[in-house]
């Protein structure tokens, strides 16, 4: 059997992984529980946020961790924008609509990357890519750690903004009840772009947290995407306490699996989740009852 | 002062297109012969690609240079490129596209997986097919005429590798004991591992674990945790450029230190690139793998050709300079740009005026037969040669720790 440490050392990998994979989670699960539909270009836009990120780094120089103060804007501005003008527009007022626009959205993503920067796997090198953390007897990745923190501290922050500002309120009146938000004076179209821009933000800060430990390519989203999916569903689709509890039990459920049936099984475990939830508890760890 | 005006620029144009016309001019009486070039320059295996097509393109700039085909009246060689995107789908519509190109022959492919598609799709249009570094045994024993490999395949180089290992682990006073193997998942690494696990017991090796990863891999900690638990004597590794990068600097991260790392036909443990790049990680890593003669002068030339415009000598270009060599070859010898001549004329070469340390070629069942490989060892920033005996320029550090 394995000893302690390399159980820990897994363990923590997995805790790390998974704070990451749980702010992935977050723009999709916001997404769902504002608007009720799934976010099919979610994958697309994290491999362009992932390539945002590798263009500052190779042609402006500039590191990952400074990047995210100015991909977050951006693509702050992109996902309001692509919301209000491209996906609001295209649905004609019918929620089935989005799905099929967002659907279209992610292949024109994907293919324009694909064009642009072909299917080549591009990863950034960066000085403290490799630095470790000594606790005890475990080496923790500094990059993974840093992810982990900041992961923390944007749940936190889209908690606080939720809870607290008009905003927010707002967010949560169109979530909850449309119409009436809308006859109480909340601008719903703006609402709806609003939350489309915060979920292409913590994407944006994700992909920042990723690149220095991590490779891209113009499909890498689809990775993400998966097991993000499997988060929400996990965490109970709309929450955000669940998709951050959701995302660190699918990161340490896929680290012990690794180390367990081995790297090329290792997303067996994700699955097995997966379909248990859905046949035994459909609404998740933190849903609403449907 | 001068202004520039319309006259000028035609002027310029004219002597422009002048210029590019001569040599078209001077050689148009023999048309040219084209060659498929395929290489994976896009995806996960595009490092490998882009230096295979470095070595192609100096041998055919070489042998256009020197004259053509002098039997078929200096006839040119026309490289026609194919990317093979890193997959044998790519691989297969490429080699399509080249027929519909019309070349006379194909060279490349690089990855096992790609070889044995694409050998197979050249095969229904009898393009003859040289494999350049394509290590499965597969590719040469399906009886496939077209089909010929300049280099060693993975059974040869793993019973080189296993002879040199136990030489290396007796003059150490047998200081590795246990083994742990790590191997890509795909038909190159999983292929080595089986044949490491049947081979290395009888000879006094325990094999701990064998631990597969998929390639591309974008996370080695779990290899390295498992090797960390095992603590191993040596670490086997057979895998692609990225994940051994990957892997050994996830080792040095955990301060995981075998007495020896041995990899064989590893993508990265000969690679200078590697050995410049990550030096700490690379230090005193072994490699039985493909590696250009030494001891022939025109490896220097090459080597000085590559390694212009900051690239790096990897054995891939040495590999394809030779395979187009031999090629050339043999279409000197066939007098023709027929496929089933220049088939003939690679079954029967005995072609020696290679950078390789093969000694003349000689083809039984499409595997070159004189083909084998090196032994390698970075030390201090260089990868020196530790086997075989006849030149190698350095003695064999190991242990390490």
């Known amino acids: 059997m394995l000893k302690l440490d390399i159980f820990l050392s897994a363990l923590a990998n997995g805790l790390m992984t998974g704070a990451v994979y749980a702010l992935i989670s977050l723009g999709l699960t916001l997404v769902y529980g504002v608007l009720h539909i799934i976010n099919f270009a979610h994958g697309a836009t994290l491999t362009a946020a992932m390539f945002a990120v590798l263009i500052a780094h190779t042609v402006f120089g500039l590191d990952p961790y400074l990047a995210v103060f100015v991909l977050t804007p951006l693509f702050f501005a992109l996902g309001y924008g692509v919301q209000r003008f491209v996906i609001n527009p295209a649905s004609h007022g019918n929620d089935s609509n989005i799905l099929l626009v967002t659907l279209g959205l992610s292949i024109i993503i994907e293919n324009a990357l694909l064009a642009g920067f072909r299917s080549d796997t591009r990863s950034i090198d960066v000085p403290y890519g490799f630095s470790v953390v000594e606790v005890g007897n475990l080496f923790l990745s500094v990059p993974k750690l840093v992810a982990f923190v900041a992961s923390f501290v944007v749940a936190l922050l889209l908690w606080l903004l939720l809870a607290h500002t008009d905003t927010g309120k707002a967010i949560r009146a169109v979530a909850k009840e449309k119409t009436g938000a809308a006859l109480s004076g909340v601008n719903v179209d703006h609402i709806y772009a609003v939350t489309f821009g915060l979920g292409a933000a913590c994407l944006a800060i994700a992909a920042c947290l990723l690149m220095p430990t991590f490779l891209v390519n113009p499909r890498i989203g689809n990775a993400f995407v998966l097991v993000a999916f499997t988060i929400v569903v996990l965490g109970g689709m709309g929450s955000i306490a669940g998709a951050l509890v959701g995302g660190l039990i699918i990161g340490v459920v896929e680290s012990l699996s690794g180390l367990y049936f081995g790297e090329s099984l290792g997303q067996i475990g994700i699955f097995l989740i997966f379909i248990l939830v859905l046949l035994f508890r459909p609404t998740g760890l933190f849903g609403a009852k449907a | ?401």
Not at chain 2, 49 to 56: F, I, N, S
């Open chain 2, 1 to 401: 002062m001068t202004s520039i005006n319309r006259r000028t620029i035609l002027r310029g144009a004219a002597a422009t297109g002048a210029l590019i016309a001569a040599p078209g001019l001077v050689r148009a009486q023999a048309p040219a012969i084209k060659i498929g070039i395929l290489q994976p320059v896009t995806g996960a295996l595009a490092q490998d690609g882009e230096y295979g097509r470095l070595g192609a393109e100096i041998a055919l700039n070489e042998i256009n240079a020197a004259g053509g085909i002098k039997s078929m009246g200096g006839a040119r060689l026309q490289m026609v490129f194919g990317d093979a995107r890193s997959n044998p789908e790519g691989g297969t519509s490429e080699v399509e596209r080249m027929q519909g190109e019309g070349v006379a022959a194909i060279v490349g492919g690089f990855a096992s997986p790609i070889v044995l598609a694409s050998s197979q799709a050249a095969s229904r249009y009898d393009i003859p097919y040289i494999c350049d570094v394509g290590v499965s045994d597969q590719i040469v024993g399906r009886g496939l005429k077209n089909t010929f490999r300049f280099g060693p395949g993975f059974g040869n180089v793993t019973s080189t590798a296993i002879e040199n290992l136990v030489k290396l682990n007796d003059a150490a006073g047998k200081a590795a004991k246990t083994v742990v193997i790590v191997h890509e998942d795909g038909l190159f690494g999983a292929g080595m591992a089986k044949l490491l696990q049947t081979q290395l017991p009888p000879r006094g090796f325990e094999i701990l674990e064998t631990i597969a990863h998929p390639t591309p891999s974008r996370d080695m900690s779990n290899v390295a945790l498992r090797i960390r638990a095992l603590n191993p004597d040596l670490v086997i590794p057979s895998s692609y450029y990225a994940e051994f990068v990957l892997l050994s600097r996830t080792m040095q991260q955990q301060r995981i230190r075998p007495k020896g790392i041995y990899a064989i036909l590893n993508g990265a443990a000969s690679n200078f690139r590697f050995v410049k790049e990550f030096p700490d990680a690379a230090n005193l890593v072994m490699d039985c793998n493909h590696w250009a003669d030494p001891r022939k002068p025109k490896t220097a030339q090459v080597k000085a050709l590559a390694e212009q415009g900051g690239r790096f000598w990897l054995y891939n270009t040495p590999l394809n300079y030779s395979c187009v060599l031999l090629l050339a070859d043999a279409i000197e010898r066939a007098g023709s740009a027929d496929r089933g001549k220049i088939t003939e004329a690679l079954a029967a070469s005995t072609f020696s005026d290679h950078i390789m340390p093969y000694g003349p070629t000689k083809f039984v069942n499409g595997q070159n037969m004189g083909a084998a490989p090196v032994n390698t060892q970075v030390q201090n920033g260089d990868i020196k040669v530790i086997f075989p005996s006849e030149f190698a320029d350095a003695k064999a550090v190991f242990p390490a720790v």
